[in-house]
């Protein structure tokens, strides 16, 4: 199978592609390779896919300017899609709105039309648990109505599965989008609660927990989630007239992808103090503008139609993580 990964510099963009080559598929990996997080991390993990020689091709482009983007694909061949590029983080979408303009709504726009127009098989893309918003239910489903988003980066990511709905419907064009919730593992982001409080605590500096340290979160462990995404992508949802996951009748599916446990972020914590031998000091600090207090995945209907399973607790996944962190960075 030919594929082309986007953000395939990119934590989970990085791990499917590796999954991919692993079992013999053909990449093509394209990133713009921006700043919002140390560009040298996303250099090694590119070193990596490139030992799988001429099994991967990497072109370094922004996928949110469609000039330079079907001018990197042209000649190029594929024959579906992952989209796991975009502009990430909540807060982050508060001091740079307009960042997340481009690249989840620019950007999904411009891999649909590529999609369409080179009549891919099928299109995963990634969209967020964090569209659930001001929902106060729980667990999170895929049949919830997600209208309040609390963020500007939430409020992208529904209009990226609107978006998707549209060109399933208009085109035939078989999609499958991605609720994730709160991915980590080995060559995670800098940017994210588990690598800050890693560094933190290693160094010998506070944390600071938001939340006043009452928040919950559906951890999900890299090798679960790059699990689920080839699960999505070796099986294009039907163009039968059912009714999919997330309601649609075109070829258009939504899941929740995560680890089906809502884990106190303090019990996360506790467990890098174990694997890193030293207590933290915790800086209790208020919610975050954009953040929600709690996330729990209801997973029902990828583990129904894929088998979906997670297989990593925290108690497993955490470890690991301070494990590759302490060589990565030669500790």
């Known amino acids: 199978m030919r594929v082309l990964v986007t953000g395939a510099a990119g934590f989970i963009g990085f791990n499917v592609s590796r999954h991919l080559l692993g079992r013999g598929d053909t990449v093509l990996g394209i990133d713009s390779i921006n700043d919002y997080y140390d560009p040298r ?8 896919l490139a030992e799988h020689g001429d099994a991967f091709a990497f072109k370094q482009v922004d996928f949110s300017d469609h000039v330079a983007l079907d001018e990197a694909l042209k000649g190029e061949e594929f024959d579906r899609i992952v989209h796991l590029g975009a502009q990430a983080g909540v807060r982050y979408s508060i001091e740079n709105p307009r960042a997340y303009l ?20 099928q299109m995963v893309y990634a969209s967020s648990s964090s ?16 209208d309040q988003p609390m963020s500007l980066y939430a409020a992208t990511k529904k209009a990226d599965e609107l978006m998707s709905e549209t060109y399933a419907h208009l085109y035939r064009l078989p999609q499958t989008g991605l609720r994730f919730f709160t991915v980590y593992g080995p060559w995670g982001r800098p940017d994210m ?32 989630i790059v699990a689920g995404i080839v699960a999505c992508n070796d099986n294009p949802p039907a163009d039968d007239g059912s009714v999919k996951a997330g309601g649609s009748v075109s070829p258009h599916r939504l899941y ?11 019990e996360m914590i506790d467990l890098i103090e174990q694997a890193c031998g030293r207590k933290a000091v915790r800086n209790l600090m208020p919610m975050q503008p954009g953040d929600v207090r709690d996330t729990f995945a209801d997973i029902s209907a990828i583990q129904g139609d894929l088998g979906f399973t997670p297989r990593t607790t925290i108690a497993e996944g955490v470890p690991r993580f301070v494990d590759w962190y302490r060589e990565y960075h030669g500790l």
Request: charged share 30%.
């Open 193 to 224: 609660a588990m690598w800050l409080f890693t560094r933190a605590i290693m160094a010998g500096e506070p944390i600071n927990v938001f939340g006043e340290g009452n928040m919950r979160r559906d951890f999900t462990y890299i090798d679960d």
């Open 41 to 48: 991390i996303k250099r090694d993990r590119l070193a990596l």
């Open 256 to 266: 929740n992808i995560g680890n089906s446990r809502s884990e106190d972020l303090g």
């Open 131 to 146: 569209v659930y918003g001001s929902n106060k239910t729980l667990p999170f489903r895929v049949e919830d109505r997600v």
């Open 102 to 121: 481009q690249s989840n709504l620019a950007g999904h726009l411009n891999l649909l039309e590529v999609a369409r127009h080179r009549q891919v098989e």
